[in-house]
């Protein structure tokens, strides 16, 4: 039984798409990020760093957002998973440089632009965000004019990964990289995309 420990209002929104995707039988664990529920023994045990989401698939216990999406699509099959080694590696290339360019960077632009109480917002942090955001758009707006989806000629976890970390982008303004728009709107226009952000909204 596969176990998905994280509140979908958290980064494990992506976990919960994926097991949508692979129509996956599973049991949730709505633990809020820092939470007394992340700072128990039994979950640091999991994983040291105290983040959701965590899985634990019959027993295998992973960490790590993408890490988790691409071990459910390689182990679970169907077309998520890219068939080609190239296909593979653009699946790791793309999901690597979203944690690297897009992740944090999106949830702290998002927090202080616009999620947190407006006293709660630091403008300086939202700029110094933003400008490492603006250029990792345009790459994607780039590589999204030579090909619709990321790693194949299909939606796959490369997708999934990149799109659903990019969550708050579908509150902003993103007129200056309309294909981007587009392929996050082909995204989360999913069935299982629906029923994640359904979870969380
Ligand atoms: N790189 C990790 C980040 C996980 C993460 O930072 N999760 C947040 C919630 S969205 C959390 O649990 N933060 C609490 C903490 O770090 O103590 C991933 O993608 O899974």
Do not use: C
Request: no cysteine.
């Amino acid at each position: 039984m596969l176990h998905i420990h994280g509140s979908s209002r958290s980064r494990a929104i992506r976990t919960l798409w994926m097991a949508t995707e692979l129509n996956l039988p599973y049991e949730p664990i709505d633990l809020a990020p820092r939470s007394p529920g992340t700072r128990t023994a039994e979950f640091l045990a999991m994983n040291p760093n105290g983040a959701v989401p965590v899985i634990e698939d019959d027993g295998f216990v992973l960490s790590e957002s993408m890490a988790i999406n691409l071990y459910l699509a390689k182990k679970h099959g169907g077309g998520l998973y890219p068939a080609t080694a190239h296909g593979e590696a653009l699946a790791w290339q793309w999901s690597f440089w979203t944690v690297d360019r897009i992740d944090r960077q999106l949830v702290t632009y998002a927090s202080h632009a616009f999620v947190l109480p407006e006293a709660e917002r630091d403008p300086a942090a939202a700029a110094a965000a933003w400008a490492q955001i603006e250029p990792a758009l345009g790459v994607l707006e780039a590589n999204l004019a030579k090909r619709s989806w990321l790693a194949e000629d299909a939606f796959t976890v490369a997708d999934l990964n990149v799109a659903s970390a990019m969550y708050r982008a579908l509150f902003m303004d993103m007129g200056n990289w309309p294909r981007m728009r587009d392929w996050l709107a082909r995204s989360w226009d999913r069935p299982a995309a629906k029923k994640a952000r359904a979870m969380r909204e």
